[in-house]
């Protein structure tokens, strides 16, 4: 029996063969919007509040928290702090998809604090909590009565056995997409060198998918009828701005130099701002700030798009000097300098073991490890400023993540360590995460990892036509400012023969699939070009052989029974032989054996100790022991195997019989020794004599 506190209203929708739910008025009934959603046996709470106004130029303030709960799943966190804290990078990222997808639905001028968060409270290992995450954020907003200017909706995209299919992630094809009923909004895909047809086709197999979701907020909606909530508004609609600094603002579009551009609008600003205070009365120089800039805006796009110029006075289609060296920095294992115009990354390779050093991540799912990880960072010189260093924020996370997709499809399959790409941003003025690919590709080259394919990226820019006359530009390779002034950020990496990674982020609300499909074909010409540069000016192919810094892999393959011998009991056998090899060894369950060694001879002698542990000693053959203990019908030796070895007494010495074994050996005593037989039992008999 319904509660008499609440009054719920929920709507049903058959999704991937399940239906899905969403419902409010039972749980967060104080948020401006709340909606609970639910498929299969997944349940995801999303909620929506508002804050105070900003000023207008601050930018819109805001922000989205997914959190994902152990007790959701019935777990109980690991390690000694049995609480959720810190976000893990899933966690973030997710934030981020929502972020990106509902961002640009917000008006222009809407300037108040939005908060939403998205609270995994149970979770049944089948269900995608991230795209439900999603749609309710989606439906969270939409019955809250915020201004948003369309419903969106996010879906997943998958490719099986020749056909796509939703919610589903198999490893080759991933695709991920925040849409509004009028297009794309966000996407985010990892792909195995697919062609831009196939792109294109799965994103339009997407949006008609989440035809049913559209259908089922905007019912939603209706049934709630939200009080709309249009907040304040910090449009200056009536300040007046002469014409001398239109004027200005029409000199700086001519200006090529960034450094220059920057100063003389910095100086337009400045007199600005004086002129509002003497004429106007207006000391809000945040609001100032922010209408100044706006008016920029729009004059640096008329003029891209009436005089067919950019800014810097390339041609649309053309992109930006590149400069890249590898083999830099002589002590890591693999590093190489990508520079694209002002933009320019320095990335490193290093190899680990497979174990040992790789990366162990706790999900609502279970434990999970990384072999391959691309960590991106972005200290403040990168744009000539005084910055506070902190730990990785969402968009270093976000750009790492989608430069590690780009390039682990092309990674060889039978990868036997784990490896670690870190990209330090030198210089930016746009494209960063782009000159990462580029340069992460060389890089892995420059250490030996045989790729299949180089690997380079490039970001495609847009200017919406003011009316339907003017025509859309679509710009290659953007730099800062155009990123400021267009209207999406659109990234595509890959290889010759194909799609490795794409990420689009809007300020418009969608595109139309032709702008898609246009900015495909082009980024593909503007890819190739890319390509041919690094291998014009670096490697073509992976070196033959990794730095002679880097471990020394080596590997042997043992019967699977013979791995409790080389283990040893609790683990005492593979410890020893790690610390006295000072070597890091990896056993997998198939048997085979990887040994990372930092010299030559380190592995030779854990190489020789596995063979010893696993194969048995060999009748007739030679090895060096140690005696081990004595007794009246002979000695104990220990050589390298996990049975001591006989050596009697008529053994020991040629031509002479001994009376006892002390007389020529002690315990502790390095010898050698000859196998003379290894019986049923397993019991051994040495000759020192023999020898």
């Given at each position: 029996m319904e509660s008499p506190f609440f009054n719920i209203i929920s709507k049903e929708i058959e999704w991937v063969g399940f239906p899905l739910t969403l419902e409010v008025g039972r749980i967060a009934r104080r948020a401006l919007g709340a909606v609970t959603v639910r498929h299969r046996d997944t349940v995801i709470l999303c909620t929506v509040c508002v804050g105070k106004a900003y000023p207008l130029g601050s930018g819109f303030p805001l922000s989205v928290y997914y959190q994902e709960k152990f007790s959701s799943a019935g777990r109980i966190p690991g390690g000694f702090i049995k609480r959720e804290g810190k976000p893990s990078e899933y966690e973030t990222l997710v934030s981020r998809y929502i972020d990106r997808m509902l961002r640009p639905l917000f008006p222009k001028h809407f300037c108040h604090e939005i908060q939403i968060v998205c609270t995994v409270l149970s979770y049944d290992t089948e269900t995608d909590p991230g795209v439900l995450s999603m749609i309710g954020a989606s439906a969270a907003v939409a019955v809250s009565g915020l201004p948003v200017q369309e419903i969106s909706s996010g879906v997943r995209v998958g490719y099986h056995k020749g056909e796509f299919i939703l919610h589903t992630f198999n490893g080759g094809f991933d695709l991920l997409m925040g849409a509004t009923p009028s297009g794309p909004s966000m996407v985010e895909c990892q792909a195995s060198a697919c062609d831009e047809a196939f792109i294109l086709e799965a994103l339009k197999f997407g949006h008609q998918a989440l035809k049913p979701i559209?259908?089922?907020?905007?019912?939603?909606?209706?049934?709630?009828?939200?009080?709309?909530?249009?907040?304040?508004?910090?449009?200056?609609?009536?300040?007046?701005f002469p014409q001398v600094f239109q004027n200005a603002l029409d000199e700086a579009c001519e200006v090529s130099d960034t450094e220059d551009r920057s100063v003389r609008l910095e100086r337009a600003l400045s007199s600005w701002k004086e002129f509002c205070h003497e004429n106007q009365g207006i000391k809000a120089s945040e609001h100032l700030e922010g209408y100044f800039y706006n008016k920029w805006r729009e004059t640096a796009r008329a003029y891209i798009v009436h005089q067919k110029k950019r800014l810097d006075g390339r041609s649309w289609d053309e992109i930006r000097p590149i400069i890249c060296e590898v083999g830099l920095l002589p002590r890591c294992h693999g590093s190489a300098l990508f520079t694209r115009g002002k933009t320019q990354a320095l990335v490193t390779v290093t190899l680990g073991s497979r174990q040992e050093d790789s990366q162990m991540i706790e999900r609502l799912s279970g434990v999970e490890r990384e072999y391959f990880?691309?960590?991106?960072?972005?200290?403040?010189?990168?744009?000539?400023?005084?910055?506070?260093?902190?730990?990785?924020?969402?968009?270093?996370?976000?750009?790492?993540?989608?430069?590690?997709?780009?390039?682990?499809?092309?990674?060889?399959?039978?990868?036997s360590c784990t490896v670690r790409l870190v990209s330090e941003i030198t210089e930016s003025y746009g494209s960063s995460s782009m000159a990462t690919v580029c340069g992460a590709s060389i890089a892995l080259m420059d250490a030996g990892i045989q790729l299949t394919a180089p690997v380079a990226g490039i970001a495609m820019?847009?200017?919406?036509?003011?009316?339907?006359?003017?025509?859309?530009?679509?710009?290659?390779?953007?730099?800062?400012?155009?990123?400021?002034?267009?209207?999406?950020?659109?990234?595509?990496?890959?290889?010759?023969?194909?799609?490795?990674?794409?990420?689009?982020d809007l300020k418009i609300r969608a595109l139309t699939f032709d702008i898609i499909e246009r900015t495909l074909a082009q980024a593909k010409v503007g890819r190739l070009q890319i390509l041919r540069i690094m291998e014009q000016q670096t490697i073509s192919t992976p070196r033959d052989a990794v730095s002679v810094h880097a471990p020394r892999m080596s590997h042997i393959k043992i019967p699977v029974d013979k791995i409790r011998d080389l283990v040893g009991p609790g683990g005492k056998h593979i410890k020893q032989l790690c610390d006295?090899?000072?070597?890091?060894?990896?056993?997998?369950?198939?048997?085979?054996?990887?040994?990372?060694?930092?010299?030559?001879?380190?592995a030779e002698f854990a190489l020789k100790a596995i063979q010893r542990l696993t194969q048995g000693p060999v009748i007739g053959n030679i090895y060096d022991g140690v005696v081990k203990k004595l007794l009246d019908f002979g000695a104990f030796v220990n050589f390298g195997f996990p049975q001591d070895g006989l050596v009697h007494v008529t053994e020991i010495v040629v031509g002479k019989r001994l009376s006892h074994p002390s007389e020529y050996l002690k315990e502790g005593q390095a010898v050698q020794v000859r196998v003379l037989d290894v019986d049923k039992s397993g019991k051994i008999q040495l000759s020192i004599r023999q020898v």
């Amino acid at each position: 029996m319904e509660s008499p506190f609440f009054n719920i209203i929920s709507k049903e929708i058959e999704w991937v063969g399940f239906p899905l739910t969403l419902e409010v008025g039972r749980i967060a009934r104080r948020a401006l919007g709340a909606v609970t959603v639910r498929h299969r046996d997944t349940v995801i709470l999303c909620t929506v509040c508002v804050g105070k106004a900003y000023p207008l130029g601050s930018g819109f303030p805001l922000s989205v928290y997914y959190q994902e709960k152990f007790s959701s799943a019935g777990r109980i966190p690991g390690g000694f702090i049995k609480r959720e804290g810190k976000p893990s990078e899933y966690e973030t990222l997710v934030s981020r998809y929502i972020d990106r997808m509902l961002r640009p639905l917000f008006p222009k001028h809407f300037c108040h604090e939005i908060q939403i968060v998205c609270t995994v409270l149970s979770y049944d290992t089948e269900t995608d909590p991230g795209v439900l995450s999603m749609i309710g954020a989606s439906a969270a907003v939409a019955v809250s009565g915020l201004p948003v200017q369309e419903i969106s909706s996010g879906v997943r995209v998958g490719y099986h056995k020749g056909e796509f299919i939703l919610h589903t992630f198999n490893g080759g094809f991933d695709l991920l997409m925040g849409a509004t009923p009028s297009g794309p909004s966000m996407v985010e895909c990892q792909a195995s060198a697919c062609d831009e047809a196939f792109i294109l086709e799965a994103l339009k197999f997407g949006h008609q998918a989440l035809k049913p979701i559209f259908e089922g907020i905007l019912w939603l909606k209706s049934a709630v009828s939200p009080v709309s909530f249009m907040g304040e508004s910090l449009e200056h609609k009536l300040l007046e701005f002469p014409q001398v600094f239109q004027n200005a603002l029409d000199e700086a579009c001519e200006v090529s130099d960034t450094e220059d551009r920057s100063v003389r609008l910095e100086r337009a600003l400045s007199s600005w701002k004086e002129f509002c205070h003497e004429n106007q009365g207006i000391k809000a120089s945040e609001h100032l700030e922010g209408y100044f800039y706006n008016k920029w805006r729009e004059t640096a796009r008329a003029y891209i798009v009436h005089q067919k110029k950019r800014l810097d006075g390339r041609s649309w289609d053309e992109i930006r000097p590149i400069i890249c060296e590898v083999g830099l920095l002589p002590r890591c294992h693999g590093s190489a300098l990508f520079t694209r115009g002002k933009t320019q990354a320095l990335v490193t390779v290093t190899l680990g073991s497979r174990q040992e050093d790789s990366q162990m991540i706790e999900r609502l799912s279970g434990v999970e490890r990384e072999y391959f990880m691309l960590h991106y960072s972005f200290p403040p010189y990168a744009v000539g400023e005084v910055g506070k260093m902190f730990a990785p924020g969402r968009r270093e996370i976000g750009h790492g993540r989608l430069a590690q997709k780009a390039l682990v499809s092309l990674l060889p399959k039978d990868l036997s360590c784990t490896v670690r790409l870190v990209s330090e941003i030198t210089e930016s003025y746009g494209s960063s995460s782009m000159a990462t690919v580029c340069g992460a590709s060389i890089a892995l080259m420059d250490a030996g990892i045989q790729l299949t394919a180089p690997v380079a990226g490039i970001a495609m820019g847009l200017i919406s036509g003011g009316t339907p006359s003017e025509e859309d530009v679509i710009l290659w390779d953007i730099s800062g400012t155009e990123d400021f002034l267009g209207d999406m950020d659109f990234k595509v990496a890959g290889s010759a023969q194909g799609v490795t990674a794409l990420q689009v982020d809007l300020k418009i609300r969608a595109l139309t699939f032709d702008i898609i499909e246009r900015t495909l074909a082009q980024a593909k010409v503007g890819r190739l070009q890319i390509l041919r540069i690094m291998e014009q000016q670096t490697i073509s192919t992976p070196r033959d052989a990794v730095s002679v810094h880097a471990p020394r892999m080596s590997h042997i393959k043992i019967p699977v029974d013979k791995i409790r011998d080389l283990v040893g009991p609790g683990g005492k056998h593979i410890k020893q032989l790690c610390d006295a090899s000072q070597s890091k060894i990896d056993i997998g369950e198939d048997g085979k054996v990887s040994i990372f060694s930092y010299r030559a001879e380190d592995a030779e002698f854990a190489l020789k100790a596995i063979q010893r542990l696993t194969q048995g000693p060999v009748i007739g053959n030679i090895y060096d022991g140690v005696v081990k203990k004595l007794l009246d019908f002979g000695a104990f030796v220990n050589f390298g195997f996990p049975q001591d070895g006989l050596v009697h007494v008529t053994e020991i010495v040629v031509g002479k019989r001994l009376s006892h074994p002390s007389e020529y050996l002690k315990e502790g005593q390095a010898v050698q020794v000859r196998v003379l037989d290894v019986d049923k039992s397993g019991k051994i008999q040495l000759s020192i004599r023999q020898v």
